[in-house]
């Protein structure tokens, strides 16, 4: 096989295609982390404790297809490479996926809406599995230059917060406008609409991307193996856990969110004017994480730095609301999510990093299988956090539709602020102790060159 450029810089299409990957990721989950929940109680009409059962149960199945989807996408040998072909096949799959799952039927019997739920939720998170972990994969496939990974990510990162900004803008008012005679006509054909976007941005970044890195041939390697070899990666065990805790603060308020202007606010259009105001604050906050990196040439302190500063504005949110403070509410908003913004860029950043020293501290390679797990740690934490606002809510006398008692609408206070706060500084001081600098990524990258020219890859 020709040989690649394992350190060839990128052209500036396709940084920006590599963006759009992570659009299409946000107009599929982040609508689905922010207002599928919200869709199934106070649309579909099916109960909080069903909502939380499947949350949990969900992760089961994430446990089992997370690995197989990534262990699969490392044997992949295609013209087009290992990653970039599942992006081609798997996203129209998907956009179709979530239009089903924001299809309701509330007419339907209790049992019929909790097997529909069930079945069309677990599909799309597989469709999404198939998509998600090739595609973070990528980053890694298309230099081994720790800066030019920095950059990428910054791409990924500085796109998806002006998604995420504009899905938060515009959603809350499309469903009203494309639902003004029905809920479940808006949601559905504003997931249409998404779907379609998925899609079209995944065929963008398969167009415009292409893989560099020579990945070693692949025997057959069980999951025993796979997961020793894991285990010898600390830099990656720490990446994995601050994933777990990022998924557990990142979605479990991401549900919360539109509880919280509906219900303790008292009108949903807040929540339009509060994504309003941290949209700019995102994009700015993840476009600061290379200049944050260069000064201190270590991906996971960075990473610390901004998750005590989320945690830190997020505690000082609890003291201010919409009605009675607005400026200092969303003032401290958009600098909540400037520091969360550079968070969220540097956290991703890491994972391909950790990749290399496995293979160097193993001998073993599985980029896939690694990123499978990053992906399975964000979704339990991910699940045990709606899960668990799920069932307090529903202990508590979550009604939907209807004015809430204190104890729900406290609930919901703190799920915005002051959970979330404390767990951000967790996620800090576990990634502080991360210690894979710029320099010794270097010189693991020049060790690998040498063990390569002696025995080639191919």
């Known amino acids: 096989m020709e040989s ?3 350190n060839v810089k990128i052209p500036l299409i396709s940084k920006i295609a590599y963006g759009f990957g992570d659009v299409g990721c946000n107009f599929s989950w982040m609508f689905v982390s922010n207002f599928l929940m919200i869709f199934y109680t106070d649309v579909f009409g099916i109960s ?12 089961f199945w994430d446990a089992i297809n997370d690995p197989i989807v990534g262990g699969l996408t490392d044997k992949t040998k295609t013209k087009w490479g290992r990653y970039r072909p599942w992006l081609l096949i798997a996203a129209p799959i998907t956009a179709v996926l979530l239009i089903m799952t924001f299809w309701a039927h509330p007419d339907w019997s209790d049992r019929s809406k909790v097997i529909y739920m069930v079945i069309t939720y677990c599909l799309l998170v597989l469709g999404y599995t198939c998509v998600n972990i090739p595609y973070g994969t990528l980053c890694g496939a298309m230099t081994q230059d720790i800066d030019e990974r920095a950059k990428i990510n910054t791409s990924r990162s500085v796109s998806a917060m002006v998604a995420i900004g504009i899905i938060n803008i515009i959603t809350v008012p499309l469903i009203g406008k494309l639902g003004s005679q029905s809920a479940k006509t808006g949601y559905l054909l504003v997931a249409i609409i998404y779907g379609c976007i998925f899609a079209a941005c995944h065929f963008f970044c398969f167009a415009k ?10 025997d057959k390697i069980s999951i025993k193996v796979q997961l020793r070899a894991v285990m010898q990666n600390r830099p990656y065990i720490l990446a994995l856990i601050g994933q777990v805790l990022f998924g557990f603060t990142l979605y479990g308020r991401n549900a919360d969110v539109l509880y919280y202007f509906t219900y303790v606010e008292g009108n949903a259009s807040y929540y339009t004017t509060y994504s309003m105001c941290i949209i700019i604050p995102s994009i700015i906050g993840a476009a600061c994480f290379q200049p944050v990196f260069r000064k201190l040439n270590n991906k996971g302190r960075t990473a610390s730095i901004f998750a005590l500063f989320t ?21 401290l908003a958009g600098i909540t999510q400037f520091f969360f913004s550079g968070f969220n860029t540097a956290i991703y950043a890491i994972i391909p990093d950790c990749v290399e020293y496995g293979e160097w501290k193993t001998g073993l390679r599985n980029d896939g299988f690694q990123y ?17 606002l799920a069932a307090l809510l529903g202990k508590y006398g979550y009604v939907a539709n209807q004015v809430q008692n204190p104890a729900v609408l406290s609930i919901m206070r703190h799920s915005f602020t002051t959970i979330p706060g404390v767990l951000w500084i967790v ?27 002696i025995n080639p890859r191919y």
């Open 372 to 388: 499978a797990f990053v992906s399975l740690g964000n979704k339990i934490g991910m699940a045990i956090g709606t899960a668990l």
């Open 48 to 59: 909080m404790a069903a909502v939380s059962a499947l949350m949990l149960f969900s992760r």
């Open 427 to 453: 996620t800090a001081i576990v990634l502080f102790f991360y210690r894979l600098n710029k320099k010794r990524y270097n010189e693991i990258v020049e060790d690998l060159k040498k063990q390569d020219k």
């Open 4 to 6: 690649k450029n394992e």
């Open 209 to 218: 991307t292409k893989e560099q890195v020579i990945m070693p041939e692949k």
């Open 311 to 331: 945690g830190i504005s997020m505690l000082c949110m609890f003291f201010f609301n919409v009605k009675e403070t607005p400026a200092a509410f969303y003032t």
